[in-house]
């Protein structure tokens, strides 16, 4: 039995996962098998019981209007136990459509409002004819970091008083064209509409994610030194 193990469960992993989201698991495992820890996934979907005990990070990836619609009518069975898991400081990743669901509502392109976990303040409207595609780049202002990826929405996301956005853009439309913001942080909670995935594109983020689920889950080892041996890497 491997001493140190990160239980990972992929949110409606077999409905929601746009350019490979999963990825962003995969980055982690190759990051943390380095230092000896194991990574298991688990995929938790439709129906499928949720218990925050379980769990030492959730990934929930984006998907078409289409998928994000089914997906929403399952999502009061397990909003509860999410609140709660990001309260307690869960690391938790969303990507595009998964960042809009765990937000109050989404608007899709055709102007039907479906209702998101509400675990978080942001909320999300559409754009009608148009749509954001291209690559990105922010400047992350709380460490100095840039991080790259690729966008492709409709959704046009504005973030509540307590979120702040992951980065600034530099390079590209970001969460909702306007306010120059991307993505969003709150608590060990992060948003983004960059696909990629984004940890696997940017090593010093996955680094920083690996952190903050290892501190929380082992508090008595020192990860910052362990992981300081690990090079990140970037694509
Ligand atoms: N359906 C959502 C939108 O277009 C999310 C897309 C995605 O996850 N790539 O805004």
Request: proline residues 3%; contains cysteine; negative net charge.
């Amino acid at each position: 039995m491997a001493e140190y193990k990160i239980n990972a469960a992929h949110l409606y992993g077999d409905l929601m996962n746009t350019y490979g989201d999963f990825g962003n698991i995969v980055a982690l495992r190759y990051y943390a098998q380095k230092i000896g820890v194991v990574v298991e996934q688990h995929i938790v979907s439709l129906e499928d019981d949720f218990d925050a005990e379980d769990y030492d990070f959730v990934l929930f990836g984006g998907g078409q209007d289409y998928e994000q619609m089914i997906v929403a009518e399952d999502l009061p069975k397990k909003a509860v136990a999410l609140k709660a898991y990001i309260e307690d400081d869960g690391p938790f990743l969303g990507v595009c459509g998964g960042f809009q669901l765990i937000g109050q509502y989404f608007i899709l392109a055709d102007g039907t409002k479906v209702k998101g976990i509400g675990a978080l303040s942001h909320y999300t409207l559409n754009q009608p004819d148009s749509r954001f595609i291209g690559n990105v780049t922010i400047k992350d202002e709380v460490n100095g970091l840039e991080y790259h990826g690729f966008e492709n929405h409709q959704g046009r996301t504005f973030l509540g008083d307590n979120e702040r956005p992951l980065g600034e853009i530099i390079k590209g439309n970001g969460n909702n064209g306007e306010d120059g913001g991307e993505g969003l942080v709150y608590k060990n909670a992060y948003g983004t509409y960059f696909h990629g995935p984004i940890l696997t594109r940017n090593g010093n983020l996955a680094l920083h994610m690996l952190q903050l689920i290892l501190d929380r889950k082992y508090p008595q080892v020192d990860w910052q030194q362990k992981i300081a041996t690990i090079t990140p890497e970037f694509f």
